[in-house]
T-cell receptor
Framework: AQSVTQPDIHITVSEGASLELRCNYS??????LFWYVQSPGQGLQLLLK????DTLVQGIKGFEAEFKRSQSSFNLRKPSVHWSDAAEYFC???????????WGAGTKLIIKP | NAGVTQTPKFQVLKTGQSMTLQCAQD?????MYWYRQDPGMGLRLIYY???????DKGEVPNGYNVSRLNKREFSLRLESAAPSQTSVYFC?????????FGSGTRLTVV
């Protein structure tokens, strides 16, 4: 069955430190992969997406993610986090031709001053 | 600004009451979706519409109905609200390979 796993429910990082959020997926075909961010009380905003080609994709707000087919992973990274990055981050896999998404449960990012 | 607009933003219902959540997009997207978001469960698809005139069930359709009124509008109806339907509801539309979300409706059923 298709699924997305985000192993960390929450992560605490000091401001200025690097960040990596993990995402593993189970999908039979070549996946379309997404990272979205949700600030408190807000909707979801697309950070980046991978469809094909270069496995390292750049997104908004200084985020990047790397697709590793052998590990079924699509981890999100940022070299130096800012307090404004505190939010919940969702990984998703696109399933089917209508961009239906299968979602991970989310990782809440907490920034320590 | 182009995007997805949901109304209302907040709603409190009594058990058994009905209501319709409205969603409109102005990006000329064919596909539209309704999700519910519950703590620790990510987003779960309730219904989707691949194009005007079609609707299909998602992962958790029970207790809901939808109408794709035209290409822009996709409404979600709760006929007889239950406390289990307390959640945050998001509408989304898809185009250019990704989904754009509305800001959500926080629904409480008491």
């Amino acid at each position: 069955a298709q699924s997305v796993t985000q192993p960390d429910i929450h992560i605490t990082v000091s401001e200025g430190a690097s960040l990596e959020l993990r995402c593993n997926y189970s999908y039979g075909a070549t996946p379309y992969l997404f990272w979205y961010v949700q600030s408190p009380g807000q909707g979801l905003q697309l950070l980046l997406k991978y469809f094909s080609g270069d496995t390292l994709v750049q997104g908004i707000k200084g985020f990047e993610a790397e697709f590793k087919r052998s590990q079924s992973s699509f981890n999100l990274r940022k070299p130096s986090v800012h307090w404004s990055d505190a939010a919940e981050y969702f990984c998703a896999v696109g399933a089917g031709s209508n961009y239906q998404l299968i979602w991970g449960a989310g990782t809440k990012l907490i920034i320590k001053p | 600004n182009a995007g997805v607009t949901q109304t209302p933003k907040f709603q409190v219902l009594k058990t058994g009451q009905s209501m319709t959540l409205q969603c409109a997009q102005d990006m000329n997207h064919n596909s539209m979706y309704w999700y519910r978001q519950d703590p620790g469960m990510g987003l779960r698809l309730i219904y989707y519409s691949a194009s005007e005139g079609t609707t299909d069930k998602g992962e958790v359709p029970n207790g809901y109905n939808v109408s794709r009124l035209n290409k822009r509008e996709f409404s979600l109806r709760l006929e007889s609200a239950a406390p289990s339907q307390t959640s945050v509801y998001f509408c989304a539309s898809s185009g250019q390979g990704f989904s754009t979300f509305g800001s959500g409706t926080r629904l409480t059923v008491v």
